[in-house]
């Protein structure tokens, strides 16, 4: 409690970044119960390496997702939160606090110009990070998965901001919304990492039915 009030803006980053991190190693827990090969085919004999390989997690990746969430995520929510209360204090003042028009408006702000900077950053970050290989690959990812990505983030926000809007002070919504977005976290980090996932598609659902 004393940490929080000398130094609550550091402890909410490391919050932020470490909901982030933790969220990578739950989706490669899920997806894959061990890693013999690591980095683009290539075994790595570092001791660390090896280790978190036999342990399901990719050490690169996981470096590539803690950058993306302590520099990226975590500086980025931190300013949004209290820009958004000030814009809608503002611009906005005809509607009264956490009514459901209030709510609307923050939650149909934030998924026109937030969430597709945090997609962009679950790409971008991590492939500058992980390697010329991820690099390499970057356009083409960018342009089969984005979009879809983007769209189950603003599903995902749509549901879970208003909780966040209504009920969570503007301090601690930054932190709320990252504990919240934990589960999100592990779900961008798989569909922008996992090799040879595919988007359902109009045909392949006429297919299954």
């Known amino acids: ?45 570092n001791a660390i ?10 050490i690169f990746r996981t470096l590539g997702v803690a950058v993306t969430g302590f520099f990226y995520i975590a500086p980025l929510t931190m300013a949004w939160f209290p820009f958004l209360h000030r814009f809608m204090a503002r611009h906005m003042s005809h509607l009264t606090e956490g009514s459901l028009a209030y709510v609307a408006m923050k939650v149909a702000i934030e998924n026109t110009f937030l969430a597709m900077p945090v997609c962009l950053g679950f790409f971008v970050v991590p492939a500058m990070v992980e390697g010329s290989e991820q690099r390499k690959a970057l356009p083409s990812r960018l342009s089969r998965d984005l979009m879809p990505t983007f769209y189950t983030d603003v599903a995902f926000w749509t549901l879970a901001s208003p909780i966040n809007y209504k009920y969570i002070s503007v301090r601690y919504q930054p932190v709320f919304s990252c504990i919240l977005g934990g589960v999100e976290a592990s779900g961008l980090s798989y569909l922008t990492h996992v090799d040879g996932f595919q988007w359902p ?8 039915e």
Do not use: Y
């Not at 470490?18 to 690591?38: F, H, R």
């Not at 090896?50 to 990719?58: K, Q, R, V, Y």
């Open 1 to 45: 409690h004393s940490m929080l009030k000398r130094f609550p803006k550091m402890l909410e980053w490391i919050i932020l970044g470490g909901v982030v991190t933790a969220g990578d190693v739950v989706s490669q827990k899920l997806s894959s119960p061990s890693i013999d090969v690591l980095n683009g085919g290539v075994k790595n004999h």
């Open 49 to 58: 390496s090896s280790w978190c390989g036999e342990l399901g997690i990719d």
């Open 201 to 208: 598609t109009f045909d392949t659902m006429k297919t299954i």
